[in-house]
């Protein structure tokens, strides 16, 4: 938890003050022997809320204001000692933030999203008699409804974090028989009847059959808006969403399904009140183990030029990859440097006992990327050159330095 600095003081201010002109006022007041927080004396206005009981109110541009013009809305709340409280604090309209202060505390209790979503959550014991302040707020000034719950035997938080969609919003969407294939492509289209999400985008479910480790990618292109996507079904706790990564401005997500059934597969736009078509297509991922080298060549000790084009394999993140071929043996030490004045580099390194793709982004000298490992096996590896921005490419040089350990 962040604590907010208590104020030693005795002066009365206005509570029309912000809480940085408080801050300041308070501050250069004569102290007293006990210190208090300056949330202590934001004003309730009748305000007070019970344990076991939810109330709803409203942050307005009339509420004091704190820092980054954030308005505080103060409610009191009774309890006695030895009762484990929590607090929620939700809402549609606003990132959450909620701070408590009372006796007991030695500092000022807050929280962003512990309650799941963008909503609020502190927990905490009750040590001593007397009101505490439960005070509302939000994110840069953000105002609206909310509701506020004191319980002592709290729901579990929302499974999903600020920012991203609730998929209990995405498994009520209607799918009206859209169906995906594996490997298949679909095409459809917002016009402006379609349910939305997330601040009036629209959307569109589809379902899709997976089976237990089994992998796919899958793909939202549309020439008429900034697609976004995104997937949720049976052993995801959260959903999957992506914004671009299939270049351009289209969407791409690969996954594993983690459990077989039914997932859902939401096409939507980044912006509200998008129309125009699109499309959906799954396609096995990209395997980066079995990219063509096309007889290119990476030697251990030699540096090779090459030309990345824009309109290669994509990988992830709309990225274009070419591949290279270098041959090494157990025990021996690379240093692989791509380095390119066209492109920010990007690199990836695959082969035999490498489970996880070795990739690196700026590891050589500005925006040139570096590998250093020490190969587990023998046998023949790829070296991936691509670029971090998707369509990117031009020529490079690619430099292998290796140690043998025999």
């Given at each position: 938890?962040?604590?907010?600095?208590?104020?030693?003081?005795?002066?009365?201010?206005?509570?029309?003050?912000?809480?940085?002109?408080?801050?300041?006022?308070?501050?250069?007041?004569?102290?007293?022997?006990?210190?208090?927080?300056?949330?202590?004396?934001?004003?309730?206005?009748?305000?007070?809320?019970?344990?076991?009981?939810?109330?709803?109110?409203?942050?307005?541009?009339?509420?004091?204001?704190?820092?980054?013009?954030?308005?505080?809305?103060?409610?009191?709340?009774?309890?006695?000692?030895?009762?484990?409280?929590?607090?929620?604090?939700?809402?549609?309209?606003?990132?959450?933030?909620?701070?408590?202060?009372?006796?007991?505390?030695?500092?000022?209790?807050?929280?962003?999203?512990?309650?799941g979503g963008c909503d609020a959550r502190v927990a905490f014991t009750v040590l001593e008699d007397g009101p505490f302040t439960v005070v509302a707020?939000?994110?840069?000034?953000?105002?609206?409804?909310?509701?506020?719950?004191?319980?002592?035997?709290?729901?579990?938080?929302?499974?999903?974090?600020?920012?991203?969609?609730?998929?209990?919003?995405?498994?009520?969407?209607?799918?009206?028989?859209?169906?995906?294939?594996?490997?298949?492509?679909?095409?459809?289209?917002?016009?402006?009847?379609?349910?939305?999400?997330?601040?009036?985008?629209?959307?569109?479910?589809?379902?899709?059959?997976?089976?237990?480790?089994?992998?796919?990618?899958?793909?939202?292109?549309?020439?008429?808006?900034?697609?976004?996507?995104?997937?949720?079904?049976?052993?995801?706790?959260?959903?999957?969403?992506?914004?671009?990564?299939?270049?351009?401005?289209?969407?791409?997500?690969?996954?594993?399904?983690?459990?077989?059934?039914?997932?859902?597969?939401?096409?939507?736009?980044?912006?509200?009140?998008?129309?125009?078509?699109?499309?959906?297509?799954?396609?096995?991922?990209?395997?980066?183990?079995?990219?063509?080298?096309?007889?290119?060549?990476?030697?251990?000790?030699?540096?090779?030029?090459?030309?990345?084009?824009?309109?290669?394999?994509?990988?992830?993140?709309?990225?274009?990859?070419?591949?290279?071929?270098?041959?090494?043996?157990?025990?021996?030490?690379?240093?692989?440097?791509?380095?390119?004045?066209?492109?920010?580099?990007?690199?990836?390194?695959?082969?035999?006992?490498?489970?996880?793709?070795?990739?690196?982004?700026?590891?050589?000298?500005?925006?040139?990327?570096?590998?250093?490992?020490?190969?587990?096996?023998?046998?023949?590896?790829?070296?991936?050159?691509?670029?971090?921005?998707?369509?990117?490419?031009?020529?490079?040089?690619?430099?292998?330095?290796?140690?043998?350990?025999?």
């Amino acid at each position: 938890m962040t604590v907010l600095p208590a104020v030693r003081s005795r002066l009365r201010v206005p509570f029309r003050l912000s809480l940085g002109a408080f801050l300041t006022l308070l501050g250069t007041g004569q102290a007293q022997a006990q210190s208090i927080s300056i949330l202590s004396l934001l004003p309730t206005d009748g305000r007070s809320v019970s344990i076991g009981q939810e109330v709803t109110g409203a942050l307005s541009s009339s509420d004091p204001r704190g820092p980054d013009d954030a308005p505080l809305e103060a409610w009191l709340l009774e309890g006695s000692p030895g009762q484990a409280v929590t607090v929620d604090l939700r809402s549609s309209d606003f990132d959450a933030y909620l701070y408590v202060v009372g006796p007991g505390f030695d500092e000022t209790l807050w929280d962003d999203d512990s309650a799941g979503g963008c909503d609020a959550r502190v927990a905490f014991t009750v040590l001593e008699d007397g009101p505490f302040t439960v005070v509302a707020s939000s994110q840069s000034g953000q105002t609206g409804p909310y509701s506020l719950s004191v319980t002592t035997d709290p729901e579990p938080a929302a499974p999903y974090s600020c920012g991203s969609v609730n998929p209990a919003t995405l498994l009520e969407l209607p799918t009206e028989g859209r169906v995906l294939e594996l490997r298949g492509s679909v095409r459809g289209a917002f016009n402006g009847s379609e349910p939305t999400i997330q601040d009036g985008r629209p959307a569109a479910a589809w379902t899709i059959e997976g089976r237990a480790g089994e992998s796919v990618s899958i793909r939202l292109l549309s020439d008429d808006f900034d697609s976004y996507l995104h997937v949720f079904g049976p052993g995801m706790t959260e959903a999957l969403s992506d914004d671009d990564s299939a270049g351009d401005l289209d969407s791409q997500i690969t996954l594993v399904f983690p459990e077989s059934g039914t997932y859902r597969v939401i096409a939507s736009a980044l912006s509200a009140n998008s129309r125009g078509s699109y499309q959906i297509e799954t396609v096995e991922p990209v395997d980066l183990s079995t990219l063509p080298t096309e007889d290119r060549m990476a030697v251990a000790g030699e540096t090779v030029s090459g030309f990345l084009p824009n309109d290669g394999p994509v990988l992830t993140q709309g990225r274009h990859g070419q591949a290279w071929a270098l041959r090494g043996f157990a025990g021996q030490s690379l240093s692989i440097d791509l380095v390119s004045d066209d492109f920010d580099t990007y690199l990836y390194l695959v082969g035999p006992g490498i489970d996880t793709p070795l990739e690196d982004d700026d590891g050589g000298n500005d925006t040139n990327s570096r590998l250093t490992t020490t190969l587990p096996e023998s046998g023949t590896y790829r070296v991936i050159v691509s670029a971090y921005s998707s369509g990117s490419g031009g020529a490079f040089d690619l430099q292998v330095s290796g140690v043998s350990r025999r």
